[in-house]
């Protein structure tokens, strides 16, 4: 299950969050994101658990959760929606 931790302290590392979820299960993969141009924490993340029932028991039990003063918001992570071409292509000169 993939999950979305957002709110998170901008120092936040990917070892820290591993060891949080950890606790509940197996983690497959941590991967908080970055801006492309300054490569700072844009201040979320996604943490993929394999066990579906070990994810939900993290999500809920950090959910809320403070880091460094900050309340996390742990929850199921939604598809991202499609975005529009941005223009500027290949295919807006043809």
Not at 9 to 36: C, L, N, W
Request: glycine share 12%; net charge negative; no cysteine.
């Amino acid at each position: 299950m993939n999950i979305y931790v957002g709110n998170l302290p901008y120092r936040a590392q990917e070892d820290e969050i591993r060891g949080m979820f950890s606790s509940f299960g197996d983690v497959a993969s941590v991967r908080i994101i970055t801006d492309h141009e300054t490569g700072r924490s844009k201040g979320f993340g996604f943490v993929e658990m394999e066990d579906d029932e070990q994810a939900k028991a993290a999500i809920e039990e950090l959910n809320g959760v403070e880091m460094e003063g900050r309340p996390l918001t742990v929850n199921e992570a939604r598809p991202r929606a499609p975005r529009p071409p941005r223009g500027g292509g290949y295919n807006d000169r043809y």
